[in-house]
């Protein structure tokens, strides 16, 4: 298996966890979830072979276990606050009524910033004085064995970007949901982001 190629400088992050009004502190955040409606497959037919089950399942499956497993998904550590609130639902059904036609390809694959800003701005909520977080995922690649995806943190009143970067972690495990569960672990336990002080 190709070792697990992270796109961090893990320990090196700085990131101001708070939203534009000063008076908000950097203790909570908001897990928007994983979004899949812009994700494509990289392999063979064989290796995604049940997409009806990937959309109607494992979408689901993939943003639960993330809750689930706090303890083992540790947002709290990931980006230092002491409260997560899990608002995942929306994202969750986007995903699952995506269109799967065309989603398993052979041919590299990237998503830009604007893309990961159009779904960023699905999850906004003009009456929320938080910060929110979620990973829109690139790519499944079980040529590479490894998935890319863009971690967007950003104030949820109004959309904007507070920290953007695009990450790729390493698939494994036993069954398809741990197999790419993994990527996410992978990429959350590695993550260091420390907030400013209120």
């Given amino acids: 298996m190709r070792k697990m190629i992270l796109l961090i400088l893990a320990g090196m992050l700085c990131l101001p966890l708070k939203a534009n009004n000063p008076s908000q502190g950097s203790n909570e955040l908001v897990w928007c979830g994983i979004d899949y409606t812009l994700v494509k497959f990289i392999g063979s037919a064989d290796q995604f072979s049940d997409l009806p089950k990937i959309q109607s399942y494992y979408f689901r499956a993939w943003n639960e276990i993330i809750q689930a497993e706090a303890g083992k998904y540790d947002l709290n550590k990931a980006f230092s606050v002491a409260t997560v609130h899990y608002n995942m639902e929306n ?23 604007e893309q990961v800003k159009g779904i960023v701005m699905l999850n906004t909520d003009p009456s929320a004085d938080m910060v929110g977080a979620m990973l829109v995922m690139e790519t499944l690649n079980k040529i590479e064995e490894e998935s890319t995806m863009w971690l967007a943190v950003f104030n949820l009143a109004s959309g904007e970007i507070l920290y953007m970067r695009k990450y790729s972690g390493a698939v494994g495990g036993f069954g398809f949901r741990n197999y790419y569960a993994r990527c996410h672990y992978n990429v959350i336990k590695n993550l260091k982001m420390t907030p400013r002080n209120p």
């Fill in 91 to 113: 994202t969750i059904l986007r995903s699952q009524e995506r269109d799967m036609s065309g989603i398993i390809q052979f041919d590299p694959y990237t998503i830009d910033e």
